[in-house]
């Protein structure tokens, strides 16, 4: 299995700090089409992924 650096993504970091920077929402709008991303959130558990669905207000998968 492959492994995924999407938690320790330092565009992530940037987003978590401040949202609404610029970095933060191309970050944002990145994980909508994101391949790793789609495969590490994916990996998560399901109580994981509910959590990162209500943080990011995410919804594709």
Request: glycine share 4%; proline share 5%; net charge positive.
């Amino acid at each position: 299995m492959a492994e995924h650096k999407c938690a320790d993504c330092p565009m992530r970091a940037k987003y978590e700090a401040k949202p609404k920077s610029f970095v933060g929402r191309v970050w944002r709008w990145h994980i909508n089409f994101c391949p790793g991303w789609k495969a590490y959130f994916l990996s998560l558990s399901e109580q994981e992924r509910e959590a990162l669905r209500q943080r990011y207000t995410f919804t594709k998968y």
